[in-house]
């Protein structure tokens, strides 16, 4: 910018600036303060006003556009083979020029521009996308998109939901980790309707949580929820699993299934999940993202990091203050309680009961015996069947919890009720034999790292790589015979014992006769055993 306007605004005044002088030119009025004034007002010198001038007299085009270029027909334009040789060198210029001015001395093509004419061709005639685009893929070019806003429309027309790794670390259980976010939004109020945490990877039993938090409207869920027309999701294995579809048509609700890496078809939740970074995890305390001094940033040692019960907590108030008390930009100053609120849509409710029916999972019918119902190989019982066995009883399970069942009456539906784990190991069995496999799982890893650490000789010039590592013969020996002795397959029977050699008089196949040990023939039995007669095959083999 220079004085009191952009360059982009005095660029424009260029033209009519031109043509006015130009016509008074020509009714020869024109005078040097003339040409001076307009000097000032352009920010240009006197000499350069009297140059547009004497291009405008002879080319019209240069009084639209004074001081840019004059278009030849030898102009160099960005090729097509340019075009690939930027998506090669990921946008890199000077690395194309290279490659044309290496071409054009094998003889492959004329010598390319300088490499200011080849920087003004590509800002010419590529857009910022395509430059992007060339040099980053497809991601990159998409900043430079311009994309519609949808109309607002109406609550719980339509919704949409996503899982979010949240960039700061938790203890859980004792190690630090970095918990997942699900959540639903609903798009005309921008209202956070359900939510759940988990430590870990998320799944389905994560969706049908959060489904149930945001359908119900009684406390401590409400006011929002309710049932939506539509759900967008976005390819997600998670949110198009057998169980969720499932719990989606049993509600009536429609899923809509957008196309992969198209986040900006569901910018509702996607600007949900980068306001809650910038407005709320930054502050706390383990934040992985966090500008640390050093030249290596790591986590200080002392810091005291949130358990996982107190990020929840948390994270539902944030939760709560963004429903009841933020006024997105979109809203206009309301907030989404505001917004649900004067919307005089009406709302599908469904009962809490139901609502837990139609998210759990069908494991189809069972017979109650006198051990419970047998689920998964093991025995699930409750008080509520005494008396009850031998009746059909369907089962319904959620997700990875395998601790407990629900029991519905195979023939009436009617709900039986829970039936938990017989048998079930206490917290302190439970807790060993999670240690002894992560013990396993540390020794497994460390053999595998072990057996693929391979070094190599440098070198510095072509040659075959050189493996280092040398073992002597009785070392080499030793580790073979160690392998072998471990080996079960080694330690069958048939190969240590080989099967003595048949009777002469035995018509032996020759594939087995290599089988046998020579120069032990087994002895012929005199006589058969009472009942008992030699059979012959045809070939004259006994058997």
């Not at 970074?277 to 810091?303: C, I, T, V």
């Not at 494991?363 to 190989?377: S, V």
């Not at 519905?408 to 017989?422: M, W």
Request: proline content about 8%; some cysteine.
């Amino acid at each position: 910018m220079r004085g009191g306007l952009p360059s982009s605004s005095l660029s424009a005044l260029r033209g009519p600036a031109v043509r006015r002088l130009l016509a008074l030119r020509q009714d020869q009025q024109l005078t040097t303060r003339h040409v001076r004034l307009m000097a000032q007002s352009l920010e240009v010198t006197e000499r350069t006003v009297w140059r547009w001038l004497a291009s405008a007299e002879h080319d019209e085009s240069a009084a639209a556009e004074p001081g840019a270029r004059a278009q030849s027909k030898n102009r160099f334009s960005v090729t097509p083979e340019v075009r690939r040789l930027l998506a090669l060198w990921k946008g890199n210029v000077a690395a194309v020029h290279r490659e044309l001015t290496a071409r054009a001395a094998r003889g492959e093509g004329d010598p390319p521009p300088s490499i200011p004419t080849l920087h003004r061709a590509i800002h010419r005639d590529l857009t910022p996308g395509e430059r992007a685009g060339l040099a980053g893929g497809e991601r990159a070019a998409r900043k430079h998109d311009v994309f519609l806003a949808r109309p607002r429309g109406w609550r719980n027309q339509v919704w949409e939901t996503d899982h979010v790794q949240v960039p700061v670390l938790v203890d859980v259980e004792g190690r630090a980790r970095r918990p997942w976010i699900t959540w639903f939004t609903d798009c005309a109020t921008n209202a956070i309707t359900g939510v759940a945490v988990t430590p870990g990877h998320p799944s389905r039993e994560s969706v049908l949580a959060a489904l149930r938090s945001a359908v119900l409207r009684e406390d401590p869920y409400g006011p929002f929820g309710g049932l939506p027309e539509k759900v967008r999701v976005d390819r997600g294995k998670d949110f198009l699993s057998r169980t969720v579809t499932a719990a989606f048509d049993l509600l009536d609700v429609t899923v809509e299934d957008l196309p992969a890496y198209t986040p900006h078809l569901k910018g509702t939740v996607e600007g949900l999940n980068r306001s809650v970074e910038s407005m709320f995890l930054a502050a706390l305390p383990g934040y992985a993202r966090q500008p640390r001094p050093g030249k290596r940033a790591s986590r200080p040692k002392d810091e005291v990091l949130l358990g996982f019960e107190d990020f929840t907590a948390r994270l539902l108030a944030w939760a709560l203050w963004w429903n009841t008390e933020h006024q997105p930009a979109p809203l206009r100053g309301r907030t989404p309680l505001e917004a649900w609120q004067d919307d005089p849509t009406p709302l599908r409710d469904v009962a809490a009961a139901d609502l837990w029916t139609f998210t759990l999972e069908d494991a189809g019918t069972r017979t109650l015996t006198t051990r419970g119902i047998r689920f998964r190989k093991r025995d699930y019982v409750g008080p509520w069947m005494t008396g009850q066995s031998g009746i059909q009883v369907r089962v319904r399970f959620m997700p990875h919890h395998d601790h407990r069942i629900e029991v519905y009456h195979a023939a009436t539906g009617r709900y039986l009720g829970p039936a938990d784990l017989a048998d079930q190991a206490t917290e302190e069995q439970v807790s060993a034999v999670r240690r002894a496999r992560a013990a396993r799982s540390r020794r497994l890893k460390k053999d595998l790292e072990a057996s693929q650490r391979e070094r190599y000789a440098a070198v510095n010039q072509p040659e075959a790589p050189q493996r280092l590592g040398t073992l002597t013969t009785a070392q080499a020996e030793a580790e073979l015979a160690q392998a072998a002795g471990t080996d079960l397959s080694d330690l069958a029977m048939p190969d240590l014992i080989p099967p003595a050699a048949p009777p002469a008089d035995w018509r032996t196949p020759p594939s087995l006769v290599t089988r046998t040990a020579p120069g032990r023939p087994a002895p012929v039995p005199s006589e058969p055993a009472p009942g008992l007669t030699a059979q012959t095959t045809e070939d004259g083999d006994a058997s």
